[in-house]
């Protein structure tokens, strides 16, 4: 395993420990951070898919233009 999704926060806690932020989007908006920082598998936290994250998917259009295009491509070369 070389790549581990933190899908939701109960997730992130218990896969990222120290290395989640205090809320959610904190710690989506830190990804290229923790990505970097990763000891082993690389971490990449993502929101859980939901109807109800429609509000927070539109209050955050970083998440569409810049960690999408980037799980897309990480998760193409390692299907490679």
């Known amino acids: 395993i070389d790549l581990v999704l933190t899908i939701g926060i109960y997730a992130q806690s218990w896969h990222m420990g120290a290395a989640r932020r205090p809320s959610l989007t904190e710690t989506v ?23 109800r994250n429609t509000g927070w998917l539109k209050k955050n259009p970083w998440f569409e233009m810049d960690l999408l295009p980037f799980l897309r491509s990480e998760i193409r070369y390692r299907l490679r």
């Not at 000891?39 to 993502?46: E, I, N, T, W």
């Open 29 to 51: 908006m830190d990804w290229r951070s923790i990505w970097e920082n990763s000891v082993g598998p690389k971490v990449l936290p993502l929101p859980h898919p939901s109807w």
